[in-house]
């Protein structure tokens, strides 16, 4: 099993940051890759940005330039840099994280509002 626990959620200005973060523990060994999703109001939860064991990373379009996926292997912790919020940002923002095996694990979510 591996728990998530994301931090770094809260209200923000338009054009304003934010940086999460998703610390990771329990059987950490096999995981594959670790991922932010995000969830709006009324809508399907969506990939944001993905991170391999190699290093590789995939963002969706939405989020190109303006967020950063990073990652601290020696804190099992992977991080989302967010810059330049719009509004349509606002969702809970879910840390994933992919083991061997396909097994999946998710965060509880954490809030994020982008509002004047």
């Known amino acids: 099993q591996v728990q998530l626990v994301e931090s770094g959620g809260g209200l923000v200005q338009p054009g304003g940051s934010l940086k999460l973060s998703c610390a990771a523990s329990?059987?950490?060994?096999?995981?594959?890759?670790r991922g932010w999703y995000r969830q709006a109001p009324g809508k399907e939860r969506e990939l944001v940005a993905l991170?391999?064991?190699?290093?590789?990373?995939n963002y969706a379009d939405s989020v190109k330039g303006r967020f950063t996926i990073s990652r601290v292997n020696a804190k099992n912790t992977v991080y989302l840099e967010m810059n330049g919020l719009k509004p349509e940002d606002t969702a809970v923002y879910y840390c994933?994280?992919?083991?061997?095996?396909?097994?999946?694990?998710w965060g509880q979510g954490t809030l994020v509002t982008v509002s004047s």
């Open positions: 329990g059987s950490i060994f096999g995981i594959t890759a």
């Open positions: 991170i391999t064991t190699s290093g590789s990373t």
């Open positions: 994933k994280a992919v083991a061997i095996g396909a097994r999946t694990y």
